[in-house]
Nanobody
Framework: QVQVVESGGGLVQAGGSLRLSCTAY????????MAWFRQAPGKEREGIAC??????????YYEDSVKGRFTVSRDNAKNTLYHQMSSLKTEDTAMYYC????????????????WGQGSQVTVSS
């Protein structure tokens, strides 16, 4: 049984930093592209960052609004995905989800098969 578990969310002031973690159980972690999505109240869930497997050189892709501020990385030995968020803005407030999908560099939600339960990030002004 596959399980994806996020941790590390919380409350932070604008301009601050926060790191999310996501550990996946029950799957061959390095076979999957891993991604971060987020969903703000009243908005659609959007993909913001993804990272391919080491076999694909761990290539990353970022949505424009987070490029240069957020960094995604993975530790395949620990089956863990990380999301370092810096220069946080109030508009980054959302529920953040980790997802595992096929080995493509994509932020299309329908490609992702396994999802975590989400971790809340709140950025105060």
């Amino acid at each position: 049984q596959v399980q994806v578990v996020e941790s590390g969310g919380g409350l932070v002031q604008a301009g601050g930093s926060l790191r999310l973690s996501c550990t996946a159980y029950g799957l061959s972690f390095d076979d999957y592209t891993m991604a971060w999505f987020r969903q703000a109240p009243g908005k659609e869930r959007e993909g913001i960052a993804c990272i391919r497997s080491s076999a694909s050189n761990g290539r990353t892709y970022y949505e424009d609004s987070v490029k240069g501020r957020f960094t995604v990385s993975r530790d395949n030995a620990k089956n863990t995905l990380y999301h370092q968020m810096s220069s946080l803005k109030t508009e980054d407030t959302a529920m953040y989800y980790c997802a595992a999908g096929p080995p493509h560099l994509t932020l299309m939600r329908n490609y992702y098969k396994y999802w975590g339960q989400g971790s809340q990030v709140t950025v105060s002004s």
